[in-house]
Nanobody
Framework: QVRLVESGGGLVQTGGSLRLSCVAS????????VAWFRQAPGKEREFVAR????????YYTDSVKGRFTISRDSAKNTVYLQMNSLKPEDTAVYYC???????????????WGVGTQVTVSS
């Protein structure tokens, strides 16, 4: 089982930036993917971005393309989500998730962090 711990959330004004971190511990394999999801109050959990641990291939939901960047540092076992040009609609709890699927359905990911709050003020 992989354990994931997020950090880096906070309060930022519209147009600002934040960087989220997700530290992974435990066993990972060549086909392991780490993703970021978010969930706003009253809404379903939404896929944000995904990275493959070995190939570093990435995938983003359309609403964050050009603003968010997912990356990973294998030496630190950490995946980052750099968020620029933040908007009030980006406000949500952001979760780090891990699994062997290259999809965007939360049900495909078996390991989850507890989440970190991101609030963008207008």
């Amino acid at each position: 089982q992989v354990r994931l711990v997020e950090s880096g959330g906070g309060l930022v004004q519209t147009g600002g930036s934040l960087r989220l971190s997700c530290v992974a511990s435990g066993r990972t394999f060549s086909n392991y993917n780490v993703a970021w999801f978010r969930q706003a109050p009253g809404k379903e959990r939404e896929f944000v971005a995904r990275i493959n641990w070995v190939s570093r291939s990435t995938y983003y939901t359309d609403s964050v393309k050009g603003r968010f960047t997912i990356s990973r540092d294998s030496a630190k076992n950490t995946v980052y989500l750099q968020m620029n040009s933040l908007k009030p609609e980006d406000t949500a709890v952001y979760y780090c998730a891990g699994g062997y699927s290259a999809g965007s359905d939360p049900a495909l990911f078996g390991s989850w962090g507890v989440g970190t709050q991101v609030t963008v003020s207008s």
